[in-house]
């Protein structure tokens, strides 16, 4: 039955885009990251992203981590600079004690800016947060 079927809420778990500086290109490039913010360790994570607009859309790329450590974050990906005019989702589905998570996170058309930033949760950078 429907009703017998729990689907467990995320939270503590965050996409986000933060600038960071390339040292081998001498640049500043847009990076999408997963953060762990909870207490436990994320197994056998899997990220999925995509972007899209009105007349254009991107490859599919494909991400796994074995684990992502309590209150630690990863690097998913290179944000080129094209499709930040574009809409970026990114499905993250996880197991956490024994159970399966997932969720989607959107970076709205044109929202990945500096002027956007914001301090992030379990890192010592600013970058914008995905809903």
């Known amino acids: 039955m429907r ?22 290109h001498r640049t500043h490039d847009w990076n999408a990251y997963l953060i762990n913010d909870t207490e436990d360790t994320l197994e056998m994570v899997m ?10 859309v991107t490859s599919q790329m494909r991400h796994k981590l074995d684990e992502l450590p309590a209150k630690g974050y990863a690097k998913v990906e290179f944000i080129e600079d094209s499709v930040l005019a574009l809409t970026n989702e990114f499905a993250v589905t996880y197991f956490l004690d024994g159970k399966l998570f997932e969720k989607n996170y959107v970076f709205d058309a044109g929202v990945i800016s500096d002027a956007n930033t914001e301090p992030l949760p379990s890192m010592l950078q600013e970058g914008v947060l995905a809903k």
């Open 47 to 56: 990220i999925v992203s995509k972007g899209y607009g009105e007349d254009k």
């Open 3 to 24: 009703k017998d079927i729990e689907i467990p809420q995320v939270s503590g778990v965050y996409v986000a885009a933060v600038k960071d500086f390339n040292v081998e």
